[in-house]
């Protein structure tokens, strides 16, 4: 793997890899992590890095299409899938995801207090996450 052939971020945001390390993420087994508006999967690449299953929402098609890119073509990850859709949307199409990680980091400033409440609820409703012992990220 080259850094330099990576399209887009070439790292995970430092805060996400402070985070990870202080909540011991790096010891979960077997584990799921969904992130929203994952950008060309710079975050979600450190979870990669420790076998994770990762999901990225992505409203960019630029961005979408640099993170299938990224983790397929020059990472040579196998688990994980990107979604070239609105957050909000996916929120409320998708079910039974049960992720034990969700990811909102840098994004949530974007959309407005009813967005983010409607978000939340339907990512509950819908088994986006493990309802009651999942591991939560949202960052502005």
């Given at each position: 793997?080259?850094?330099?052939?990576?399209?887009?971020?070439?790292?995970?945001?430092?805060?996400?890899?402070?985070?990870?390390?202080?909540n011991?993420?790096?010891?979960?087994?077997?584990?799921?992590?969904?992130?929203?508006?994952?950008?060309?999967?710079?975050?979600?690449?450190?979870?990669?890095?420790?076998?994770?299953?990762?999901?990225?929402?992505?409203?960019s098609?630029?961005?979408?299409?640099?993170?299938?890119?990224n983790?397929?073509?020059?990472?040579?990850?196998?688990?994980?899938?990107?979604?070239?859709?609105?957050?909000?949307?996916?929120?409320?199409?998708?079910?039974?995801?049960?992720?034990?990680?969700?990811?909102?980091?840098?994004?949530?400033?974007?959309?407005?207090?009813?967005?983010?409440?409607?978000?939340?609820l339907?990512?509950?409703?819908?088994?986006?996450?493990?309802?009651?012992?999942?591991?939560?990220?949202?960052?502005?």
């Amino acid at each position: 793997m080259f850094i330099k052939n990576l399209k887009g971020f070439k790292y995970p945001d430092m805060e996400i890899v402070r985070w990870f390390f202080k909540n011991k993420l790096d010891t979960l087994k077997n584990a799921k992590v969904l992130e929203f508006a994952s950008h060309n999967g710079n975050n979600l690449s450190l979870f990669a890095n420790y076998d994770y299953e990762c999901l990225g929402v992505e409203l960019s098609k630029e961005h979408y299409e640099n993170a299938k890119y990224n983790f397929d073509k020059i990472l040579k990850y196998k688990k994980f899938k990107f979604f070239n859709e609105n957050m909000l949307d996916f929120a409320k199409n998708y079910k039974n995801l049960n992720t034990k990680v969700f990811l909102i980091p840098n994004v949530i400033n974007f959309i407005t207090k009813n967005e983010l409440k409607t978000l939340l609820l339907n990512a509950r409703k819908n088994h986006l996450y493990v309802y009651g012992g999942g591991i939560f990220l949202f960052s502005f």
